[in-house]
């Protein structure tokens, strides 16, 4: 068995989501499964959605993985939040100072 993931274009997804689609190859038949990731809101609430589709190549109809997130979006009543995984921007190298910067919180 053979296993390949890449991701899903940026384009064929909403805007703040991402995904992945993994090709499973065995002697018997390929399994492709499509996963989407979104961050979301509603309201003051905060989370991730994850869609996950799975088809057999040639033998099962594949679900449209977008269309199933936009779905789960409306039965939630929320919406895709993409400024929940922004990543903080990053200093170059030659701009940091000489102190370290902490990644957890000081202890009082």
Do not use: C, W
């Not at 909403?14 to 399994?31: D, E, L, M, N």
């Amino acid at each position: 068995m053979s296993v390949a993931m890449s991701a899903l274009e940026p384009d064929s997804l909403p805007r703040g989501a991402f995904g992945f689609r993994q090709r499973a190859t065995t002697r018997a038949s390929v399994v492709v499964v499509d996963m989407v990731y979104a961050p979301v809101r509603r309201g003051d609430q905060l989370g991730i959605l994850m869609i996950r589709t799975a088809a057999t190549e040639g033998k099962t109809g594949s679900q449209d993985a977008v269309g199933l997130l936009n779905k789960a979006l409306h039965r939630a009543d929320a919406r895709i939040d993409s400024a929940q995984l922004t990543a903080p921007a990053q200093s170059s190298p030659a701009s940091r100072s000489g102190t370290a910067t902490p990644t957890s919180p000081p202890t009082p």
